[in-house]
């Protein structure tokens, strides 16, 4: 039987608090996550409107953000669709913010890719891959 591990309320009070290292504060931590939910109700636009805030700095959702530089992979979209959108969420962007619609496969060395634009970007904070289906 596998030991179940538990900790007394007092043993939890007594250690030391570590802090999450946050993207968009309270929301979105460092790290890999998954944003799922029914088609068509509006990922896309979230995830463009998160990578304009966090590339140029500003809130998120009234949520402070790490400023930093932003690929999204808009893998179903066309650069016209894209821009369209962005003129609906701001008249202005910034050169931190980058955009791309299409990848290789994770087969085909889309992780190589990737790796490769951190190591050119060292201040990267963000990652969209617009549908994971599509890699």
Sequence with gaps: MLKLCARTAQ??????I?????VIEDL?????????GAPK???????LAMGLAVSMGTP???YA???GSVLYLCLEDTYARVKKRLWKLTDEANDRFYLANSAATIKDGLAEQ???????HPDL????IDTFQKV
Excluded: N, R
Aim: overall charge negative.
């Design 65 to 67: 953000v790490c400023q």
């Design 18 to 22: 570590t802090e999450a290292d946050w």
């Design 11 to 16: 043993e939890l009070l007594e250690e030391p």
């Design 60 to 62: 998120f959702w009234d």
């Design 41 to 47: 109700i509006g990922k896309s636009w979230m995830v």
């Design 125 to 128: 904070k963000l990652v969209f």
């Design 114 to 120: 990737i790796d490769y634009f951190v190591i050119t």
């Design 28 to 36: 979105l931590p460092v790290g890999a996550h998954i944003l799922a």
